[in-house]
């Protein structure tokens, strides 16, 4: 998905995670700098299998949901 704040976004759903799952735990977030002011930033969280069917769909639909591309 593309935002106007990556990072902002990226803080965001990784509260939301925890929040939602709070045994679930970051396997890694990395802020790629593409161009002035510009980051690809990918995020890897491991979570349990009862929270994981929630969490794919509030982030396959974020975008939708939140005015990005």
Known sequence: MQVKDTRKVAS??????????PRSTSAGIDYEQTDNNLYTVA????VTSTQYTQIEEYL????QQNGAN
């Open 43 to 46: 995020m890897t969280f491991s």
């Open 12 to 21: 965001e759903l990784q509260s939301w995670i925890a929040t939602t799952d």
């Open 60 to 63: 396959a639909g974020y975008a």
